[in-house]
């Protein structure tokens, strides 16, 4: 896979504190190679990746990741080869329980809020890691949580994690 001249893309904006992330689902063949041609394009521009997850048949992968920037990698992939649409998803702390997941889950479930699929996000702050949700409904999913006592996860929040994983 070819790029064009890369030398003109734009830097980015500094992120803003939105309640949800924004998810990339980038396209490519299934091919050797190709995901670690993605990856590199996106080193190249110091974009930091939070969380990726690969999904792949015979012929076509689909790569969703989360990247610390999301304006500077929405710039990035517009000027790339590569096909990717975008989705919010729900960035949530774990809490400090003994089944955090199950406490995060059963929020979601009183409120009727269907989890299409969820995810790790390489991020800790104070000792506490996070997940990535898509939900059925994002705003109710996000009032959901928030009521019962959940911090969300912002992209400002992705910029001021624990330096250390």
């Known amino acids: 896979m070819e790029f064009e001249d890369q030398s003109s893309y734009p830097t980015g904006e500094p992120g803003k504190e939105w309640p949800c992330l924004r998810q990339f ?20 521009f110091d974009l930091r990746i939070i969380a990726l997850s690969t999904v792949d048949s015979v012929d ?3 790569s969703r990741i989360v990247l610390d920037n999301y304006e500077h990698a929405r710039e ?3 000027l790339s080869n590569y096909t990717f649409f975008e989705k919010d998803l729900i960035g949530v702390e774990l809490p400090d329980d003994t089944q955090p997941f199950m406490r995060i889950c059963l929020s979601l479930l009183q409120a009727e809020v269907n989890i ?7 991020y800790r702050r104070h000792g506490r890691g996070a997940i990535a949700l898509c939900v059925d409904d994002i705003d109710l999913g996000i009032r959901t949580l928030t009521e019962q006592g959940h911090r969300i996860i912002t992209e400002k929040d992705l910029k001021d994690d624990d330096e250390y994983i």
């Open 25 to 44: 689902c980038v396209f490519m063949e299934n091919r050797v190679g190709y995901l670690h041609q993605l990856l590199k394009l996106l080193e190249k």
């Open 116 to 122: 299409d699929y969820t995810y790790p996000l390489l």
């Open 60 to 62: 076509v992968a689909m």
């Open 76 to 78: 990035i992939f517009e």
